[in-house]
């Protein structure tokens, strides 16, 4: 069993910068495809990013390209995403999910995943 939890959400304000955890317990993370999911208030989940084992192969939103970065330490069991030029619609619960996969896949959609963590929460003010 695969345990993951998330930190490093907090208010904000438009244009800041904020850094995502997510710590990984249980398995060793290279041997976990990763990515990360939110939840704005009153909508569904949707994608923003995804990391093979490895670290090799990353994909980002299309919406959120430009800003955010998907990254590993697998030394440290550990998964970011580093999220600049926070805009107010970026505001919503943020989740890692994590599933067991080859070297190089990645997975964009949240029925892939096998784990996820509790969320954390990000607010970005106007």
């Known amino acids: 069993q695969v345990q993951l939890v998330e930190s490093g959400g907090r208010l904000v304000q438009a244009g800041d910068s904020l850094r995502l955890s997510c710590a990984a317990s249980g398995r060793t993370l290279s041997s976990l495809a990763m990515g990360w999911f939110r939840q704005p208030p009153g909508k569904e989940r949707e994608f923003v990013a995804a990391i093979s084992r490895i670290g090799t192969t990353g994909y980002v939103s299309e919406s959120v390209k430009d800003r955010f970065t998907i990254s590993r330490d697998n030394a440290k069991n550990t998964l970011y995403l580093q999220m600049n030029s926070l805009k107010p619609e970026d505001t919503a619960d943020y989740y890692c999910?994590?599933?067991?996969?080859?070297?190089?896949?990645?997975?964009?959609?949240?029925?892939?995943?096998?784990?996820w963590g509790q969320g954390t929460q990000v607010t970005v003010s106007s």
């Open positions: 999910a994590a599933v067991s996969a080859s070297a190089l896949q990645l997975f964009t959609a949240g029925s892939q995943y096998a784990y």
